[in-house]
């Protein structure tokens, strides 16, 4: 049980799950043994064939080595070493101070030689960026600061940042000074935080294709089978009110009540499995699924939905159009549940190399702070299934003006 948790947390978390929304969050998690540890908290609901929750799905990850990456990202910002250097062009002399030296692994006699400094930056295109960021110095007076890699004196590759100023006299560039900064382990720390980043990626990526999988299969089975018996059963009544030798009018009245009970459970079922994953989706693709879903949000609500779309008909990848359909449909729920407007505008373009969604509303807005809460969950979900397809989101409302949510989905279509 997270133990940061409020009780009143927990029941929202639950009152989202019932609502068929994923919640991700970070918790502190205690061991058997009473310690406590960081974990990011990944859940989402499995309904039965009832459309029922019949438990949650969840992943649970120890973030404690990420949270130290980023406590030494945050030392490294203030305490990596700085050196400073200087070139006297007319003595053509080379000054490194003592942190310098030690940057670049040199013995403390170690005397500098001007025309092998650019040698020392790793050979290809870090070599190219020095050789042009020096001559604009030099002859434009234009400064410079970029991150690069150096082959220290022992051979060793580490990272630096160097930045580069010059001093003129009469129109001529007399002097060029910087300094190095040692930034190798603030890099390294960069790199471990994008891998755990990736990994926490593809545990988001997997469990929203288990649970998309799982509705799938749920769905089928509902809408195949369980719709198959209830409609042999209708058939078995019918005959059966047919072949009646007498019938006086209870009966008649009980097996009409029968028909019309399973007629109304067919549409349910109907219903309950389109929820679950429209079968639209699977078999005419993402528009005319956006298409299916504004008429059903018009069906159930007091909200005009205009959709419209550069395209009609586009094969998408199984999770590009999964994600952006629920996406979608979480957009259109936000809309009816808080936004008190009247009207939706949509708008997908599908473009070669990316997809951009666009739902705006004339409702009465939201503010940023609303806006970037973790109990906001609905803006949770849909930022955490942008992120999965490695997109981008963009909100934009002000109060009484209304909201509009752009994303960008990038995607390269197959010719």
Known sequence: ???????????????????????????????????????????????DEHNKLSGIIGISSDITEKQKLEDLLDKTNHLARIGNWEVDIEKASVYWSPVTR??????????????????????????????????????HGTPWDEELQIVTLKGNLKWIRTIGRA???????????????????????????????????????????????????????IHDELGQ??????????????????????????????????????????RISANLRPAVLDDLGLVAAMEWQSREIEKRSNIKVNFTSNADDVALPFHISTGLFRIYQETLTNAVRHSNGHTVNADLQIKPNSITLVVADDGKGIDEEHASSK??????????????????????????????????VPHVLSV
Not at 109 to 134: M, T
Not at 179 to 197: G, H, M, P, V
Request: hydrophobic residues 30%.
């Open 229 to 270: 018996q209830i409609t042999g059963l209708k058939m078995d009544l019918s005959q059966l009110n047919l072949n009646l030798p007498c019938k006086d009018v209870l009966t008649t009245e009980l097996i009409n009540g029968m028909l019309t009970l399973v007629d109304e459970t067919v549409v349910s079922i109907r």
């Open 167 to 221: 001093e003129f006299t009469d129109g001529r560039c007399t002097r060029v000074y910087g300094s190095f900064q040692d930034i190798d382990e603030k890099k390294k720390a960069e790199e471990n935080l994008l891998a755990i980043n990736s990994e926490f990626h593809e545990l988001s990526t997997n469990l929203q294709n288990v649970r998309e999988e799982e509705r799938m299969r749920i769905a089928r089975e």
């Open 1 to 47: 049980t997270p133990s940061e948790a409020t009780y009143e947390q927990a029941i929202q978390i639950m009152e989202e799950l019932k609502k068929g929304q994923t919640w991700s969050g970070e918790f502190k998690l205690r061991k058997k043994d009473g310690t406590n540890f960081p974990a990011q908290v990944t859940n989402s609901p499995i309904y």
């Open 375 to 408: 109990k906001t969950f609905g803006l949770l979900g849909i930022k955490e299934r942008t992120f999965i397809l490695n997109g981008t989101i963009d909100i934009e409302s002000k109060r009484g003006e209304g909201t509009t949510i752009r994303v960008s």
């Open 102 to 139: 030690e940057i670049h692994e040199a013995d403390p006699g170690y005397e500098p030689d001007l025309s092998k400094g650019i040698d020392f930056y790793k050979e290809g295109e870090n070599r190219d960026r020095i050789r042009k960021c020096v001559q604009a110095c030099i002859n």
